[in-house]
């Protein structure tokens, strides 16, 4: 029998990996993405001898990128070298204070009891409430897909449901780590991981105190020679398992006919027939943009209006002549009033006046990623997503000139005038480069329960044959959950065709 043919539409990290599986289900696979170079949002900016990952900046969970090789007959270590880190990030707060997690618990209780003793055992206490968090709502909402309530409710047992209260998973973020700590530090701390799927901790849901724990228990590790060269592996690992690459092939329709989808059309008009598309993109520019013939019965005009889009993010890509030795690996700089920060950035619209800033300096670990004696700094702020009430291209250039100036005061000494190699990506550059909706780094915000446990499901309810993976769909961002959206998103494939899917 003929195989199937699938389409999947952009090369992000979710595309390959739907790629890689369905490869190994024995479908005829051809990846198509609009721009030079596939990874989506993680991609790679180099020059004048510096290198510069442009998305994710940190691999959790290594185990399912190791999965995703192992899904197509290969092996992780043949293509990427992991690297630990320790510390895991340094943290440093207005007044002067300054924390180094690691993963080696020893360490990190010795440099709480310097500024937070008060708070040893609730921190310990937190990181079981987060071990429990994760055994309870991992299998359910991380590792298998669903496709309605009904579903969702059939797959939570008794004994969650009876955990549910003492979880309290309808708390905040916020609420939670103000309940386990008295330390201002430490609520601060554990509130920024809910900024890890764009959210606000004051509005998010308290299930992502599971984070922390995920990041302790599976480590924080780096890829040497930068997060790019997953995007290459597994690219590379696709071409040998026979998947059809074609780059700057933009798609400007899914087209559907008699509630099937039938292929795509590219923008020089190309139409591509299969059985089967698996849409990467941004799921809410799909429905929006890519599926103009559609009678889109829940992410019609009106509500792709009115849902909310996670924060996205002001980078500056800073290539320095002279290294900054106080900074470690993965450093946060944190705002002196963290609710007025995501206020403005989700209530009010506006780029924070004192945000938050992330600085990752990979040079640090890796001399190959800047010249000699230099840093290859990629600063980030949390920024809200497009919206008419101004213009990055007007704003930028006095905002970047803002965060600079506030990294000097913050120990980062004649920052300014030892760049000589800059480059901006702002909210609107990511709509453009992307296709994000709004600019959106992670699809929908998670600052609410329906957006945190029911985004746009990986079976498409609107025509058959029309599947979603990414970081816009089920289970949600970041490296480890776009890669298992790519694993769901072939196994419901294989599983609506009768059959087997890779990891059956």
């Known amino acids: 029998?003929?195989?199937?043919?699938?389409?999947?539409?952009?090369?992000?990290?979710?595309?390959?990996?739907?790629?890689?599986?369905?490869?190994?289900?024995?479908?005829?696979?051809?990846?198509?993405?609009?721009?030079?170079?596939?990874?989506?949002?993680?991609?790679?900016?180099?020059?004048?001898?510096?290198?510069?990952?442009?998305?994710?900046?940190?691999?959790?969970?290594?185990?399912?990128?190791?999965?995703?090789?192992?899904?197509?007959?290969?092996?992780?270590?043949?293509?990427?070298?992991?690297?630990p880190l320790d510390p895991i990030c340094r943290y440093r707060w207005p007044d002067g204070a300054q924390l180094d997690l690691s993963a080696d618990l020893s360490k990190t209780v010795a440099a709480l009891r310097r500024i937070a003793p008060e708070d040893e055992a609730a921190f310990f206490r937190f990181l079981s409430y987060g071990a429990d968090l994760y055994t309870a709502t991992a299998p359910v909402f991380l590792f298998s897909d669903f496709r309605n309530w009904r579903q969702l409710w059939q797959r939570l047992d008794r004994q969650l449901l009876r955990q549910l209260p003492r979880l309290a998973t309808l708390k905040t973020v916020a609420d939670r780590t103000t309940e386990f700590f008295s330390s201002p530090y430490l609520r601060q701390l554990f509130n920024r991981y809910a900024t890890y799927n764009g959210s606000s901790p004051y509005r998010a849901q308290a299930t992502f105190c599971l984070i922390p724990y995920v990041e302790f228990a599976f480590g924080a590790w780096y890829v040497a020679g930068g997060l790019y060269r997953i995007a290459e592996a597994l690219l590379q690992v696709a071409a040998a398992r026979g998947v059809t690459i074609q780059t700057n092939a933009p798609v400007a329709e899914i087209v559907v006919e008699g509630g099937r989808v039938q292929g795509v059309r590219l923008e020089d008009n190309t139409f591509?027939?299969?059985?089967?598309?698996?849409?990467?993109?941004?799921?809410?520019?799909?429905?929006?943009?890519l599926l103009p013939g559609l009678r889109r019965r829940t992410y019609d005009d009106r509500r792709l209006a009115r849902i909310e889009p996670s924060c996205s993010g002001f980078i500056l890509l800073l290539g320095t002549r002279r290294r900054f030795d106080t900074l470690a690996h993965h450093n946060i700089f944190f705002s002196g009033d963290y609710p007025s920060e995501f206020s403005e950035i989700f209530d009010t619209l506006t780029p924070p006046r004192d945000p938050t800033i992330y600085v990752c300096a990979t040079s640090r670990t890796d001399p190959t990623q800047a010249p000699p004696g230099g840093e290859n700094l990629f600063v980030m702020v949390n920024a809200p997503a497009v919206c008419e009430a101004y213009d990055w291209d007007d704003i930028a250039s006095a905002y970047r000139h803002h965060i600079v100036a506030r990294l000097e005061a913050l120990g980062l000494t004649g920052l300014s005038e030892s760049i000589v190699v800059e480059e901006r990506l702002t909210p609107k550059r990511f709509a453009g480069w992307f296709n994000a909706h709004r600019g959106a780094i992670y699809g929908l915000s998670s600052n609410s329960l329906r957006n945190a446990f029911w985004r746009p499901p990986i079976r498409a309810q609107e025509a058959q044959g029309l599947y979603f993976a990414g970081g816009g769909t089920h289970p949600g961002g970041g490296i480890p959950l776009v890669l298992l959206s790519g694993k769901l998103a072939a196994a419901a494939v294989a599983e609506d065709f009768g059959l087997p899917s890779a990891t059956d």
Do not use: W
């Open 272 to 289: 591509l027939a299969a059985e089967v598309v698996v849409s990467n993109a941004d799921s809410l520019y799909t429905y929006a943009r």
């Open 1 to 83: 029998m003929k195989a199937k043919r699938v389409i999947i539409v952009g090369a992000g990290l979710g595309g390959l990996s739907a790629a890689l599986h369905l490869a190994a289900s024995g479908f005829q696979v051809t990846l198509l993405e609009k721009n030079p170079t596939v990874g989506g949002k993680l991609n790679r900016i180099v020059a004048d001898g510096y290198t510069f990952d442009t998305g994710p900046s940190l691999v959790t969970m290594p185990d399912i990128l190791r999965d995703t090789f192992a899904a197509a007959g290969a092996c992780l270590e043949d293509y990427l070298t992991l690297q």
